[in-house]
């Protein structure tokens, strides 16, 4: 309980100083707020100030949250459909019928074997023979968990470029991952942080009348981490959807939980333009369109020279980080979520009006 009232002064005390409008709430009031967002919730400390939930004029009611999403999450990602955003390797065969916004994959591995695209099985001892330099990704993985670089060079072989052996490679897959070839980023989009792969978030909504887009932030490494992951401590920073342009702060898990400039290379956020933005957004909304069985998807696009590419797309539990730079979704998406449901009910029954 100490150190949750430690957490509650210290994050207060970092947040307040970057807000140009302080307008705080009554301590009791304030309080009383807080313990309705953490306990009845379930929402973190962190973002109930970066939410500005703290500010006189805010409502815990007003913000959506994973208690809010779990009554819809069925309807949402029917299970029939749920391993296309679930698993890598499936989700693979949806995005290769957009070749030139689809990552090339190597293969694939278990413990066991190693997979080329002709899916005929080799001994696992065998990939040291393939000279390459991808990604190794856990296909059922989520927030950047199980994630390396593997290089295999004239025999020997690397992980996140420390010479390694291929005892040590099979202690770390987990039970299947893919081999992805890592991409050539846009040079305005390595030079935030040259060692990750850094990707737009773009969350667009489905409701079967139409796709919109509801939020738009750019994952920028942090550290040297070679994955970009919110979940890993890395940057988020919004992205003002009709410029492409970066905002002011950037936000971390970690503290010091806010930022201007990258720490590492030094380069401010505010106004900092991303290539190809307009057509990530483009992009996003003609896919979703093509899996109209999901409501709200998450897009992770990286950025090449030659345009924006499909990392992976995510079923979400809760937007919460995106109202952090969007403010209080809850009145929108309860629009969204009634027509959602009432087209399909009409797919359900016909006659339904």
């Known amino acids: 309980m100490i150190t949750k009232i430690k957490r509650i002064i210290r994050h207060s005390a970092i947040i307040s100083k970057h807000k140009e409008i302080r307008n705080p709430k009554p301590a009791v009031k304030m309080m009383f707020d807080l313990a309705h967002w953490t306990f009845l919730n379930h929402g973190r400390i962190k973002n109930f100030f970066l939410l500005g939930l703290d500010q006189k004029g805010t409502k815990v009611s007003d913000f959506l949250n994973y208690k809010s999403f779990k009554p819809y999450y069925k309807e949402f990602y029917p299970t029939n459909y749920l391993c296309l955003l679930e698993d890598k390797q499936v989700f693979e065969k949806f995005i290769n019928n957009f070749p030139e916004h689809a990552p090339k994959n190597i293969g694939y591995v278990t413990q066991q074997y190693f997979y080329l695209p002709d899916c005929v ?15 190794v990704k856990n ?5 950047g968990k199980d994630i390396f670089i593997l290089t295999i060079d004239s025999g020997n072989l690397y992980i996140n470029d420390k010479k390694s052996t291929i005892a040590e490679f099979i202690n770390r897959l987990p039970e299947r991952s893919v081999l992805q070839e890592i991409l050539e980023q846009h040079e305005d989009v390595k030079r935030l942080h040259p060692s990750s ?4 978030r773009i969350v667009t909504v489905n409701t ?16 040297g981490n070679v994955v970009d992951n919110i ?10 959807r009709k410029t492409g342009k970066l905002g002011k702060l950037g936000q971390s898990n970690n503290e010091p939980l806010v930022f201007y ?3 590492q290379t030094n380069i401010v956020f505010d106004g900092y333009q991303l290539p190809y933005f307009q057509e990530a957004l483009e992009l996003c909304k003609k896919l979703h369109y093509q899996l109209p069985y999901f409501f709200i998807l998450g897009w992770d696009i990286a950025f090449t020279p030659n345009g924006p590419v499909v990392i992976e797309s995510n079923n979400i539990h809760q937007v919460v980080d995106e ?6 979704l809850k009145k929108q998406f309860d629009v969204y979520i009634k027509e959602f449901m009432k087209n399909k009910q009409r797919e359900r029954n016909p006659a339904y009006a």
Not at 121 to 135: S, T
């Open 197 to 200: 792969i850094n990707t737009s």
């Open 121 to 135: 099985p080799q001994p696992i001892e065998n990939i040291l023979k393939y000279p390459m330099k991808c990604i």
């Open 139 to 143: 296909t059922l993985g989520f927030g």
């Open 261 to 263: 400039s990258h720490p």
């Open 208 to 223: 079967g009348s139409g796709v919109n887009v509801v939020s738009t932030f750019l994952r920028i490494g942090n550290g």
């Open 231 to 240: 979940a890993k401590g890395n940057i988020y920073v919004p992205i003002d």
């Open 323 to 328: 109202q952090e730079f969007e403010g209080a």
